[in-house]
């Protein structure tokens, strides 16, 4: 148990499909972050937020959406994904963004049908 | 952004010490050496990181080269449950990003 908490954690959806993962940590840590987690390829940092405010954008296409209403919670919104972005999403938190320790939720496996 | 090379897999037997080794041949004066490990069907797990110095914590040694070119996570007395995934990382503390650039890692397969 790391304390940060994925929902669901396994996801099937259509092509015209939306969907929202969801993230949520009590740690009292300010940094929060997608990754993602593609079969036989390094984990792939997709977002990052700092006290609420988006600070990063790794070109991640437009049909992932971020959220971050509060610093305990983050969302990411999907919308007509492809077969192509089937993967593991991962949350992670840290106190802040310069901190070496980052506690990682056990992933949404997601897979576009 | 500076690189690793770790093995893509190595076995060793319960109870006895585990070295894993990183090379960073090209790491620069401001990377900070991160090791985190994934264990099946988790996600990453931060164990221990150095800048020049060998670490210790509860979970692992991290051993420095004296000229950082390379770095070894040694776990002291490996049980069945330390079978996971083994990524070494380089942070460079000069990026205000901050960032994490993965690699493909180490498997470590642990023998009853």
Redesign the interface.
Known sequence: ETGVTQTPRHLVMGMTNKKSLKCEQHLGHNAMYWYKQSAKKPLELMFVYNFKEQTENNSVPSRFSPECPNSSHLFLHLHTLQPEDSALYLCASSRDRAVFEAFFGQGTRLTVV | DAKTTQPNSMESNEEEPVHLPCNHSTISGTD?I?WYRQLP??????VI?GLTSNVNNRMASLAIAEDRKSSTLILHRATLRDAAVYYCIL?DERDS????????GTKLIIKP
């Open positions: 900070y991160h069907s988790q996600g990453p797990e931060y990181h942070r990003n901050y960032q994490l650039i993965w690699g493909a």
